[in-house]
């Protein structure tokens, strides 16, 4: 910088972006045709090491029903049951969801709700990744 020159006491930037609703939290997207940033999704990731434990501690005896390994970790059988159906998610399907590339239709919601236990057919399906 030369001597004497003025310093600007403000910058002003303008990035195009608006704030939207997404699983209860707000998070600010992209115009159309930028490239989003990967955010893997915690709620998600949880869940699916809670189906993988959860099977895990059914398949090794160590709790002989759902019933009893729900009681056991104080939450309702019926949720159990919802989360563990991820457990039979296509892997490329939980490597995207860890790895944040699943895509913005891919929330906890919507992959508690029923879907076709056939890899093939998840590709195809709401849970589909982008």
Not at 31 to 43: E, I, L, M
Not at 90 to 101: C, N, R, W
Request: aromatic share 6%; net charge positive.
């Amino acid at each position: 910088m030369t001597r004497g020159a003025a310093i600007p006491d403000t910058v002003t930037l303008h990035v195009p972006f608006r704030i939207v609703k997404r699983g209860g939290r707000k998070e600010m997207q992209l115009p159309a045709g930028v490239k989003q940033p990967c955010r893997t999704d915690g709620t998600l990731v949880k869940a699916l090491a809670r189906a993988f434990r959860w099977k895990r501690l059914l398949e090794s005896g160590e709790f002989a029903t759902i019933a009893e390994l729900a009681e056991h970790e104080g939450i309702a059988p019926s949720y159990m049951t919802r989360v563990l159906r991820l457990a039979l998610l296509a892997p490329d399907i939980v490597e995207a969801i860890l790895d944040g590339q699943q895509g913005r239709e891919v929330t906890l919601v919507r992959v508690l709700e029923p879907f076709p236990v056939e890899w093939e057919k998840q590709r195809f399906s709401k849970i589909e990744t982008t």
